[in-house]
Structure formats: structure tokens, C-alpha cells
């Protein structure tokens, strides 16, 4: 599974969103730190970074009246079978920025993997 794009998380479909929201709890559980060539650069930044991006999640599942557990608002919460994050990381949190990968060529390949999917997204 990738991170998509930020651009294009108010256009995925449901099935990609939900699956975002999955694959985010379990990267911020006990998937981090475990190698997957897809996501292997969220290792190299602050979590933070990622529950940033896991909020922007969050945020357009409730615009679109999915349920979200509200444990995952918490940005140290990482599932319930793994210690919460230090309290020291939520420092990171306000400085967390879109990752620096998801640029332009990452857009692009983020599109051209939706559409070999038969999903086309236009009007970013």
C-alpha cells in the first residue's frame, strides 16, 4: 500500500480511503519501522509526520460521515496493541509538514496508479 498524495485525498474513492485510514493505524501501530520498499520514507521522518497526514485522513472521512474511532485522534494513540508515542514527539507535530516526497513526479505516479486501476481523477 502507498500514501497517497495529498492532492488527491478528497478525491479518493471509498474503498482507497478507507484503506489509506487502515494502512495509516497500522503504520502508526506496529508497523513502524517495519521495511516496505512503498513507504519505507515515512521511516526517515518524525511519526508525526504521519499522524499529520493521518488527521488529513481522519478529516475527510468524517466530511464524508464515515466513522472514525476517536482514539485515533489522539497523536500519540497507536492502536491498542502498542505503547503510545512519547510525549516528547508531540513536539514534531506542529512543525509536521507534507512529506517532502510527495511532490510533483510522486502526484503523477500516485494518478498513473489510480488509472491502472480504471479509477481516473481530473479537476485536482
Not at 23 to 31: F, I, K
Not at 67 to 77: E, F, I, R, S
Amino acid at each position: 500500500m502507498r500514501l497517497w498524495h495529498e492532492a488527491l485525498i478528497s478525491k479518493l474513492p471509498r474503498p482507497q480511503l478507507l484503506g489509506q485510514h487502515r494502512e495509516c493505524c497500522a503504520l502508526r501501530g506496529n508497523g513502524w519501522g517495519k521495511k516496505h520498499a512503498t513507504v519505507n520514507y515515512v521511516f526517515e521522518h518524525s511519526p508525526m509526520m504521519l499522524v499529520r497526514y493521518h488527521q488529513l485522513i481522519m478529516e475527510e472521512m468524517m466530511n464524508r460521515s464515515y466513522h472514525v474511532d476517536n482514539l485515533w485522534q489522539n497523536p500519540l494513540y497507536r492502536g491498542k496493541s502498542c505503547e503510545p508515542w512519547a510525549d516528547r514527539e508531540l513536539n514534531a507535530l506542529d512543525e509536521a509538514m507534507a512529506y517532502p516526497e510527495h511532490n510533483e513526479t510522486y502526484l503523477q505516479e500516485c494518478l498513473d496508479n489510480l488509472a491502472g486501476k480504471g479509477l481516473i481523477i481530473a479537476h485536482l
